[in-house]
């Protein structure tokens, strides 16, 4: 079969009549399980050092440097990845980072068996592809999107990482405490399997925007350009330096995501540990509280986009306000509801005011990184990738703390939960 005839099945060629199938929904799926794979490879590692830590006789402050790693390579990347992305398209950035991330975890058993140094060095060259990832698919949802549909396709693209979040809680905690392959290595040929896998569909369905993706009917691709006021072709891309470098909306972006990704990361890495070793829930119930919070996280990313565009293009609510409200009263919440944890002492309480918490991140990152398309819709994955180059430092700090910290007293988690337990 041509590719001219498989255009035909899928497509009702003509400009006046919709498709059979909405290519932009496959895109902004496609740019989810990225997102989604991106995590999980990141989260595996939470619920699998619980097991490695035996094996290999790892103590407090080689856990965390082990967890940590990845984001010394990942904070470097998203300026470049956005770079990238702005000058050559979202499809080809996206395809080898996700191919080279997939190879790392295929090898990240043998890199354990070798040496903390190796494994340590590919948890750092994992974070240079991976730190591209999520600009790729916002510079792609810049070009795939219509205007009524960006929060909502930028919620769903996001949502990829609590889709990866709750597989791999689930998957992970299974294949930890099962003999299947090993047990905790066949967690990483899984995912390195399902990554190729996504390669492969990418190839043949993905392009960076609609002028040339062999898919797409007429009349999509013209409804999807006359709404958005953008670019489609990457040869015209052209970067303000100075203009961008003395931009508020870009620091502001940047600020917000500073304070955003240091209490999400530090969260999505250490709070499977938290569970477990201050709360004394076993590995599995650990899993599943994490995976509890990560569907949360997806929940409260899908409904706030959606609710975004509804505000934003039903009511008379400026969009400003709407992304005012939405990132300061969430981020406000969250900080009210972690300060409580310390100073409660039931411990299924402590779990649900986590989940909440951990929660309320959904929304504040779907409305700042749907605000880099309102400034900048040509640039607006070089804008997060700028903002994810310093907010990705927090990745390290964070847990460089906790291990800091938990390696004098591990009760240090809290002060009322040593207590409990007194």
Known sequence: MSKEEGKQILQKDKKDVPPRLHIRYIIVVMCC??????????????????????????????????????????????????????KYGGFPVLLSTVAV??????????????GIGLLISSRIIDGFGQGMVYASTIGIIAKWSKLNELSTFVSITTSGYSVGAIASSYVSSL????????????????????????????????????????WISEFEKESITTSRPIAQDTEVYNIRWKKLAISAPVWSICIYCIGDDFGLYLLG?????????????????????????????????????????????????????????????????????????????????AAILMIIAFGLYGVCTSTICANALDIAPNHSALVIGIAFTFSGVTGFIGPAVVGAITEIDVSKFTISHSRAYN
């Open 175 to 214: 294949l930890t405490t099962s003999t299947f392959l090993g047990g905790w290595p066949s967690t990483f040929y899984i995912i390195g399997i399902a990554g190729i896998i996504w390669c492969l569909c990418w190839w043949i369905v993905g392009s960076s925007d609609v002028t040339n993706n062999r």
């Open 269 to 349: 890495t250490d709070m499977p540990i938290f569970f477990k070793t201050i709360l004394h829930f076993d590995i599995e119930m650990s899993g599943f509280l994490s995976c509890i919070a990560q569907i949360t996280f997806f929940l409260t990313t899908i409904f706030g986009g959606i609710i975004a565009d509804k505000l934003i293009y039903q009511t008379k609510i400026k969009k400003i306000h709407v992304r005012h409200f939405f990132a300061c009263f969430c981020l406000g919440l969250q900080s009210i509801l972690l300060i409580l944890i310390g100073y409660i002492s039931y411990d299924w309480i």
């Open 101 to 114: 991330s997939s190879l790392i975890a295929l090898l990240s058993p043998l890199a354990a068996r070798c």
């Open 33 to 86: 399980v990225a997102n989604a794979f991106n995590f999980f490879t990141r989260t595996n590692w939470s619920i699998v050092i619980l097991s490695m830590k035996h094996a290999f006789d790892w103590d407090m402050k080689t856990q965390q440097a082990i967890l940590g790693a990845i984001y010394y390579g990942y904070s470097v990347t998203p300026m470049i990845g956005g770079w990238l992305v702005g």
